[in-house]
């Protein structure tokens, strides 16, 4: 008797593969040694596969055809087509007349576009049952022989389900491939054919190619004798099986000709620099592909283009206690590391630029400028060298510019690309796509842009360009240097003298460096002028210790008996110190010297040694000045004795996170009578206790939950950490030089 599953909605029955490739076979052997489903069925034109797949516990049981087991088959059973691109439809064909309307059909063709094409017309539409699919996991390798039950493991599916498809065939389908250790990503047919068709299809006819036009050289012995690394690296892939690539090919027609065409025009003109021994166009050329390339491999790979395995997220587990004492050097700041790739690249030479911070933010700037065209060599420890264009030198990025997780780039941005001539659209992460946009776009408005936002003037910007920027008088109606920083860089193309005011001091790293760069700023107390049609001229930069980066070990040493840290080269430029002001206010014992000045930004030494903390009401007027601090100075009032009270600070609710909630959920969980108001907080200081908080993924709510394990009497475990990367790469280092014990989780 036959043992009946009694299927949830998306539980899976019986597997049938047709086609025992490397792709059907391994998918087959996964699911069998995973015990995924109650039967694996494999269907094969050839008796000797079906012998070997029975042999080699691929599959459970064998079958010739779709004909003889069709009537068999119903609701929860799964009909997985592995067969070459091509061949597709004659399997459809036969789904659609063997199978009931209940059987899920899914297909791991490498072109979807086709596929779908081929179900409407046999089915005269595409049915609810089909599930196109590609799980992006070949190899050179082929055949039953090559089966491998890991091989999806840690590798993407993408699936291109329709609006016909079905929920609860494409619940199953995913599941599946979860199920065989796959991460799984839907997008439209026609996203998946370009990109694949770029990622994939291209690269494969270009080393089919390379291998075929030296092979039919009379020197190709030779050639293959003595070719080495690179050689082997690049043509890998074309010891593929010829029958599937003509497939694609043939398949994947247009989106390849659109990925090829480009191709070869770049080829022609590296032809002709190599031709004239053209020295710059090979190194900016060569330059641009290596950065690009190591772009990649840094920061898409992983997130922005799902393309490749998502890098899971990351928790950090904490345990209680840590010494405090050190002499650290924390990386470069954020805010000077964006405006130095700004206006370095709008400059008119090379600007060389040291102690650049090569987080995920900044990053995200570089990479925006060099997609209009500027040419950046780095960052190499720190060290950056932009060939500047000109005011008027950027062009037209071919994509949108992604700019992650960073409001600075975006807002600061938007401002500079007002004035161009081109129309551009700036996109960003979750989080990111929350954030309002409004408070740049409608003065930019005000002086002539045209800008689109999303609903509730969220990203993503889509700005028109080509228009006439007039200079505006504006009066911000919130202290933000980003709304003040974009402002003066549209004046900057505008008619007349742009004028910002502001309620309160904020940052004034623009002003500073504009200067530096030769551009003259006016600006007085709460208010900066600049007129547009100067010159920025190129100049060194040197960008100091970020102050929001060192004030995490300040607090540390403020809270933990015994500490001593000295933080050296930081930042503290009077606009940014609201930290040591507020930590003094509280008793803490901070010694600022050695105190200096580079590039017109001052710098100094700060030393932190412990003493008991109190509670204090924080001055309204040291908000702006420490807007980034206050995730940390909120750890440091729950280690003060008596209450702390924070108003005016409304625009903490804005940030990457909303601030003021996710951290009084913090602190409450781990033991801290903290009570958020509109615009503030209050926290009575208290016994930190372990326990589980999230960051939200706001990577200063993450580092500040880690100094408080420094006073915890618990472990504390803190969720979605990985956008400490945007900031502070090396946090977790750094942390650990302090006595923090503290372990990075993969949440695979
Ligand atoms: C920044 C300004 C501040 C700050 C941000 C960096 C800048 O934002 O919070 O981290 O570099 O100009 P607001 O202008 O929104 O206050």
Redesign the pocket.
């Known amino acids: 008797m036959t043992e009946q599953l009694q299927p949830t909605s998306v539980a899976l029955n019986r597997l049938v593969v047709v086609g025992l490739g490397l792709i059907g076979a391994s998918a087959a052997k996964a699911a069998r040694d995973r015990g995924l489903c109650r039967q694996v069925i494999g269907i094969s034109r050839r008796d000797s596969t079906l012998e070997i797949a029975l042999q080699q516990g691929v599959i459970d049981r064998a079958e010739t055809s779709l004909e003889s087991l069709g009537a068999e088959l119903g609701h929860g059973d799964m009909v997985l087509i592995g067969v070459p691109t091509l061949t597709v439809a004659e399997v459809l064909a036969d789904c659609s007349k063997w199978l009931s309307d209940q059987v899920t059909v899914t297909d791991v063709a490498s072109v979807k576009g086709n596929v779908v094409e081929m179900a409407r017309t046999i089915y005269g539409e595409i049915p609810p049952q089909l599930v196109p699919g590609h799980p992006i996991a070949g190899s050179e390798k082929s055949g039953v022989n090559a089966a491998q039950a890991d091989l999806f493991v840690d590798h993407r599916v993408i699936l291109t389900p329709t609006e016909q498809t079905g929920d609860d065939h494409l619940q199953r389908v995913s599941a599946f491939w979860r199920g065989v250790g796959a991460s799984v990503t839907s997008m439209p047919v026609s996203r998946h054919d370009k990109i694949l068709a770029a990622t994939s299809h291209l690269p494969h006819l270009l080393a089919y190619a390379l291998v075929d036009s030296l092979a039919a050289g009379g020197e190709h012995r030779d050639i293959f004798r003595f070719a080495a690394g690179g050689f082997r690296d690049f043509t890998r892939i074309a010891a593929s099986d010829p029958v599937m690539w003509r497939d694609i090919t043939v398949a994947n027609r247009e989106a390849i000709l659109g990925v090829l065409d480009p191709v070869l025009e770049d080829f022609a003109a590296l032809r002709s620099a190599v031709d004239r021994g053209d020295q710059q166009v090979l190194i900016e050329t060569f330059t641009r592909a290596r950065d690009a390339r190591r772009y990649f491999e840094k920061l898409l790979e992983n997130r922005s283009m799902n393309l490749s395995p998502a890098r899971s997220e990351t928790r950090y587990r904490l345990s209680p206690g840590g010494h405090g004492q050190a002499t650290l050097r924390v990386p470069g700041d954020?805010?000077m590391s964006?405006?130095s790739v700004m206006l370095g690249s709008l400059a008119e030479g090379m600007t060389e630029v040291t102690g650049f911070l090569e987080g995920e933010d900044s990053l995200a700037t570089l990479q925006a400028f060099r997609d209009m065209g500027v040419l950046i060599e780095g960052p190499d420890q720190g060290r950056l060298a932009i060939h500047g264009v000109g005011l008027h030198g950027l062009k037209a990025p071919i994509r949108p510019l992604y700019l992650g997780n960073s409001?600075?780039s975006m807002?600061?941005l938007c401002g500079l690309l007002a004035g161009q001539n081109f129309a551009v659209e700036l996109t960003g992460d979750e989080s990111l796509s929350k954030r309002p946009m409004a408070r740049v776009a409608n003065p930019l408005r005000q002086m002539g842009a045209v800008i689109e936002t999303a609903e509730g003037g969220r990203p993503p910007l889509k700005i028109q360009g080509g228009k006439t920027l007039h200079a505006i008088d504006y009066d911000m109606p919130?202290?933000?240097?980003?709304?003040?920083?974009c402002l003066l860089l549209a004046g900057l193309y505008a008619d007349g003298t742009t004028t910002v005011r502001e309620p309160a001091p904020?940052?004034d790293?623009?002003e500073r460096m504009l200067h530096g760069f030769g551009y003259a700023v006016d600006s007085a107390s709460g208010r900066a002028s600049l007129s547009g049609g100067g010159v920025l001229k190129a100049r060194r930069i040197d960008v100091p210790a970020d102050i929001?980066s060192a004030a995490f070990f300040m607090v540390a040493a403020a809270i933990t008996p015994g500490s001593d840290i000295l933080l050296k080269h930081v930042g503290v430029n009077p606009t940014r110190t609201g930290i040591i002001a507020i930590l003094r206010l509280m008793g803490s014992d901070i010694d600022v010297h050695d105190q200096g000045e580079i590039g017109g930004e001052p710098i100094a030494d700060i030393r932190i040694r412990y003493r008991p903390l109190v509670g204090i009401d924080i001055p309204q007027d040291q908000v702006?000045l420490a807007?980034?601090e206050f995730p940390v100075i909120f750890v440091a009032a729950a280690c003060a004795a008596g209450r702390t009270r924070l108003t005016g600070a409304a625009?903490l609710r804005?940030?990457e996170s909303d601030r003021i909630q996710v951290m009084a959920d913090g602190l409450q969980a781990l033991g801290i009578a903290a009570q958020p108001t509109t615009d503030g907080m209050q926290i009575e200081g208290g016994q930190l206790s372990g326990g589980e908080v999230d960051s939200h993924g706001d990577h200063r709510i993450a580092m500040a939950f880690s100094i408080a394990a420094l006073r915890a009497n618990g472990e504390i475990l803190i969720g979605n950490c990985n956008n400490v990367a945007t900031s502070f790469p090396e946090f977790v280092d750094l942390a650990q030089v302090i006595g923090l014990a503290i372990r990075v989780e993969d949440m695979a």
Not at 478 to 485: D, E, H, I, L, R
């Open positions: 954020k805010s964006h405006r409001g600075t807002r600061l919130m202290a933000s240097a980003q709304v003040k920083s904020t940052r790293h623009t929001s702006p807007i980034d625009e804005v940030k």
